[in-house]
Each structure stands twice: as C-alpha cells, then as structure tokens.
C-alpha cells in the first residue's frame, strides 16, 4: 500500500509499504524533509529505506515487553510491528502517523490526544481475554518499554499505567518515591507519579506530557542526528548534538539527572528513558523533556539482604562506573542537602508493607537511600 509518513497536517515522504509486514518497501516521493523524525539522514537528498525502517518499527511493542506473547496471541497477531498500521502508527508521544494515499483521512479526526480510543488492546497487554469485536485502534500499539502499560483516558486525561515487576513490584513505589524526590531537590521538569491499587497490586499512574503541538525526542535520535567522532565521549557527543540542534538547557538538565539518578540508584537511564522536546508545527526546541520512568531503580530486583548502598552498581547512560559518570556532574553546590535529611521518613511514608514488601525492606532502603545522600556530600567536598 502507498502512505504518506505525516507529522501532524504536514506531509514528510510518500512510501510504498508491504500490506501484511508493514515494512517501508521504496520512498517514492519526498516532500516537507524538515518535518522527518529526528535522526534520520537525507544525507543523499531523501531518507534512505533501512533508517526509515528502523524508526517505524522502533514504534512498535518491543519484543521484550512482558507478557508480549500470551497478549500478540489473544489479539491473533504473529508479530507486533503488524499492529502499527490499525492506529495509522499513531502514538501519544508525537505526532507521526502514515496516511494511506487514497485516503481522506485527517490528523484532527484520528490522533489520540482529542479523539477517545478503545481500552482493548491496553486490556489485553494487560492479561485481559479479548472480546468478540476487537477494536484496534489504541496507542498501546506504539508504546514503547519493557514493563506491561497501558494508555488510558482518566478524567479526560491521557495517562500511562505501568505495571512492576516480580517479586517486589517495586518499580511504581519507585515512582512515587522519585517524584518526592524531585521536589525534595527543587526540580520543576518531571512528571509526577502516582500509585493506583487493582487488586491488591500497585500500577504507576502518570499524564502525557506530551501535547497536540510538542513531540518527545529521546537522546536515541538525538544522538543519531551527527556523525559520532571517536574523539568525543558519549557524553560529548550527546552534548554537541543537542548544541548543533539548537536544542536549549541540557548541559545543566544532564547534571540534574546524574544526581538525582544517583540518588536513586537508578540502573536503567538508556538513551531511550530520557530526551527534547520539540514544536511541530514550527520544529522550534522547548527543552529537556521533564524526567519520567525512573522506577528501574532502589535496588528493585536485589533481595533485602544484597542492598548495598556503596556497591558499584552498573550506570547509564554515559559510563557503566558510576564514579566515572558522577565525575561528569560539575556543579553540587545547587544540591539542598537539609532537604534531603527528610528522605528517610519519605521512604518509611511511601513505602507501605504489603504482600510484595515488608517493614524490614523498607528500613533498608530508607537507610541506603541517606547513606547515598552522605555520599553525595562527600562527592562534593572531594570537588
Ligand atoms: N508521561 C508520558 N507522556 C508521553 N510519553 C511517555 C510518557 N511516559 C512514557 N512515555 C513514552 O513511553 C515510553 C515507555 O515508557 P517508560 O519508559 O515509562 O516504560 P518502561 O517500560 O519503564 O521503559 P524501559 O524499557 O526503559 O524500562 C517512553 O520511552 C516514552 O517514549
Ligand atoms: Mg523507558
């Protein structure tokens, strides 16, 4: 079938795609190039197939997601990338979609942000049987991320719902818990999280940061926009590719995140777990994105017993030490330590004893998560 990949009302690349794998087969014709998803390179004049590719099926379900399998089998799908073109490829993190070329479809009529969307596909991801009728229309199609999620209209609000992981389902209380620390240490650029209860177990709830105009691009694409010099460390590199972008605040947003991941003991800020935020209408850069998906971390998946706050865990996304990637941040003096004496009654606060949890392994990572903090003033004095 022939598309065309649109951002929002504009026209980027006619393409001719293969009915039944949804694979861009030929770019037949190029239009508004500006508008392509950042990263991709028109070194030749037009994007070439294989990165083309690469980016749209960077939007489907990754094959790692949880319970990916038993979900792709109620839906009677052999492979999530099939899933794309049921909702146009339209995500609630940007507004790409590809319209099919005899078609009068528009972008007001179908994206997700004004239109309501099924809860079928999110249910199943969820473990749910399917109906009779399957409604495929859903953003749950282009969601991204290895922990089970969903899409879901709250209140008339797009929000996420996320789901932990075995045994402690730690990860949304992580949540919860990174957002006091956020406001702990005075930051105005995160999404909040909330913890929603169903049955017993504990799901992060947060709103689309996103809106009709802006678009998230992850550090991924941001760092696939310039040639990487063997000169340059990753971290250089990230930085001179938000510089030649135009892209405003990221040295000192970087700094911010280092520490409070660092807090944290965050073991899972990829590329992808962080970015800009751009305007799609005028391509203008807002920003860093505010921080979001930070539950991968307080040692989740170690037992009590393995809780070593001063253990060399492994980091992301600059260097695997974490000393050598702390030796990035240039500034602590912005660090409000007294603040960060209350951390501890956060935790024993947040942290309720339930069947996943227990009063023991709460007062282990109160007291890991301030001895971090007595480590983080350490790092300071040694600058
Ligand atoms: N509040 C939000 N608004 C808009 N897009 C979001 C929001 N939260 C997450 N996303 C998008 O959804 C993707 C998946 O979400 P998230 O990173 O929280 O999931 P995850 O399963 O924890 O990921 P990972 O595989 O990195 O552990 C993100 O990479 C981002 O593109
Ligand atoms: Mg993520």
Not at 33 to 53: E, Q, R, Y
Not at 248 to 268: C, H, I, Q, R, S
Request: charged share 25%; glycine share 6%; net charge negative.
């Amino acid at each position: 079938m022939k598309c065309i990949l649109m951002n929002k009302n504009t026209p980027v690349v006619e393409l001719e795609l293969d009915d039944d794998t949804a694979t861009i087969l030929k770019v037949m014709q190029t239009y508004e190039l500006d508008f392509l998803p950042v990263g991709i390179d028109t070194g030749n004049g037009s994007p070439s197939k294989k990165a083309l590719n690469e980016w749209w099926f960077g939007r489907s379900i990754p094959a790692s997601r949880s319970g990916i399998r038993a979900a792709l089998e109620q839906l009677g799908i052999e492979h999530s990338k099939q899933l794309l073109l049921k909702c146009y490829g339209l995500s609630l993190s940007d507004q790409y979609w590809m319209k099919p070329v005899d078609s009068k479809l528009e972008w007001k009529n179908i994206n997700f942000f004004e239109n309501d969307f099924s809860d079928d596909v999110g249910n199943i991801l969820f473990g749910q049987t399917a109906p009779q009728n399957i409604d495929l229309m859903s953003p749950c199609n282009t969601s991204d991320g290895w922990l089970k999620k969903k899409w879901k209209i709250l209140d008339a609000k797009r929000c996420l719902i996320k789901a932990g992981s075995n045994p402690f389902m730690q990860e949304p209380i992580n949540e919860v818990f990174g957002t006091r620390l956020h406001q702990r240490l005075g930051c105005n650029n995160y999404v909040p999280y909330k913890v929603l209860l169903e049955n017993g177990i504990p799901y992060s709830v947060c709103e689309n940061f996103i809106n009709t105009n802006t678009e998230l691009v992850n550090a991924v694409s941001i760092n696939r926009s310039m040639k990487k010099r063997s000169q340059f460390s990753s971290y250089e590199h990230f930085i001179n590719a938000c510089d030649r972008l135009g892209i405003p605040g990221m040295k000192e947003f970087v700094d911010y995140m280092l520490v409070f991941d660092y807090l944290m003991a965050n073991t899972d800020r990829h590329f992808g777990n962080f970015g800009a935020i751009r305007n799609v209408e005028t391509l203008e850069w807002i920003g860093p994105a505010p921080i979001f998906d930070s539950g991968t971390s307080l040692w989740h998946d170690k037992l009590t017993r393995a809780i070593n706050p001063f253990s060399e865990m492994e980091t992301k996304p600059f260097y695997s030490s974490v000393s050598k990637q702390m030796e990035l941040v240039s500034d602590f003096s912005w660090i409000p330590f007294e603040e960060l004496k209350h951390l501890k009654d956060d935790i024993r606060e947040i942290f309720v004893p339930t069947e996943f949890m227990d009063e023991e392994r709460i007062e282990v990572l109160a007291e890991a998560v301030n001895s971090r903090v007595e480590e983080l003033q350490c790092m300071k004095k040694k600058l």
